[in-house]
């Protein structure tokens, strides 16, 4: 899974310099629709426009006439398909930035459902409607074990005034006129190979734009945090954009620690390289309990994990805060207290604390969550399997309620099995 830099330190600076360039341009996704990938064997689309409910109107922005959601969740029981959609995003993602590093013959990533008898070898399908500045695009393919089957661009202020770009079919690529960029490029394209991230590596203004939604969009495993703590790391030494905002929320957590210091060693015994560390500061107490000194420890030697976690979070959720873009997590609440999980949450919720259109999706257990009124139902989505084993994904807003109702008892409800998307556990 596509994770914020996972191995070395420069590599990371490398990596945030270049998202602090693309950021001027607003990405915001509007919705993603998978279809034979993975758990997904008919087509599903998650969705972030509002609906025409009136229930927290503080959470919907909006972006170029869209009314749009700033959070949705996703529950269901294990196994059931939240961490594909999740990475059914990844792999849209991957397959778009490493096309163009393909060989002629080089197999692709290829996941399909694969319970269907009927079902052997059809494309994957992936489509993406997002806003980029003030435009909207609508950009998606089909593929399988060896080629693109289809691809497919279009662009305009809505779906019913939206032009066409290019169309990839078996019998080739179709380039209009609002595509200038692409034409005399079709023939380049190989089999295996996207058009679309061709015509971005030659330069092509609207395909760079494109391509700037997968850039737009990060994904993280609340899980597995470690491996994008780096980019914290280096939000901290440089005192960056989200320093600020990640210390105030240390305290309001109260983690335990009254500030972090960076600290310096040598990173081999020849003194050529540094390496550096992130350490959290305690106060020392004599017996009466007051403060008479303090002492620094790295974080990973004595910080629980999910204090760790949080603090590994911090840059990309402020990143992502203070520069737009969409956030994707799974299982956000893994080692964090319900409380902690709830603040983040509403850090992206409040226009106060989310003034750039910022998005964050994020698959979850925590049905405490449910009962605390920061969710609007078309903002909470369920993932669950049928008779043949193929996910089903839906919204709550999905399950018909009387106009100003807002089913009070949703945790509740949920555990007993109102909207389905739960564990069915069998006596024997």
Not at 54 to 65: F, I, W, Y
Not at 72 to 97: E, T
Not at 218 to 236: A, C, N
Not at 386 to 413: A, C, H, I, R, W
Request: glycine share 8%; hydrophobic share 35%.
């Amino acid at each position: 899974m596509q994770i914020f830099f996972r191995i070395f330190f420069e590599k990371v600076k490398k990596k945030f310099v270049f998202l602090q360039k693309i950021s001027n341009t607003s990405v915001v996704v509007i919705e993603f629709t998978v279809g034979n990938f993975l758990s997904f064997h008919e087509r599903r689309t998650i969705s972030f426009e509002a609906k025409k409910i009136s229930e927290l109107k503080q959470n919907v922005m909006v972006s170029n006439g869209y009314k749009l959601l700033r959070s949705l969740v996703v529950y269901g029981a294990n196994s059931s398909g939240k961490s594909n959609v999740i990475k059914a995003f990844d792999r849209m993602s991957s397959c778009v930035m490493q096309s163009i590093k393909l060989n002629d013959n080089d197999a692709l990533d290829y996941s399909p459902f694969l319970l269907s008898a009927e079902n052997e070898n059809q494309p994957s399908f992936f489509e993406i409607i997002f806003l980029s500045g003030t435009q909207r695009f609508r950009y998606g393919f089909e593929y399988d074990l060896k080629k693109i089957v289809t691809e497919w661009l279009f662009a305009g202020k809505t779906h019913k005034t939206e032009k066409t770009l290019f169309i990839r079919t078996p019998e080739g690529i179709g380039v209009t006129e609002h595509f200038e960029e692409g034409k005399g490029k079709e023939e380049a394209t190989n089999n295996n190979r996207l058009f679309l991230s061709l015509v971005a590596q030659l330069n092509g203004a609207i395909a760079k734009q494109v391509m700037g939604c997968f850039h737009g969009y990060d994904i993280l495993s609340g899980v597995k945090h470690e491996g994008y703590g780096g980019f914290s790391l280096f939000m901290f030494e440089e005192r960056l954009k989200g320093y600020d905002e990640s210390l105030e929320l240390f305290k309001k957590l109260q983690l335990g620690f009254k500030e972090i210091d960076i600290v310096y060693n040598s990173g081999d015994l020849s003194g050529n390289s540094k390496k550096v560390s992130l350490n959290t500061v305690h106060n020392v107490y004599d017996k009466q309990g007051k403060a008479v000194t303090t002492i620094s420890w790295d974080r990973n030697d004595h910080e629980s994990e999910g204090t760790r976690k949080v603090m590994d979070f911090s840059g990309p959720i402020f990143h992502t805060l203070l520069n737009g873009g969409l956030l994707i997590i799974d299982e956000l609440d893994a080692k964090l207290h319900p409380l902690i999980t709830m603040h983040i949450v509403n850090l992206f919720n409040s226009p106060t604390t989310n003034p750039n259109n910022a998005q964050l999706l994020f698959a979850t257990h925590d049905t405490n969550l449910l009962s605390a009124d920061i969710f609007r139902r078309d903002q909470i989505w369920f993932t669950e399997k049928d008779e043949v084993e193929q996910t089903d994904l839906y919204s709550l807003v999905d399950f018909n309620f009387p106009e100003g109702s807002t089913d009070s008892n949703l945790e509740k409800n949920y555990i007993r099995g109102r909207y389905g998307a739960i564990p069915f556990i069998t006596n024997f």
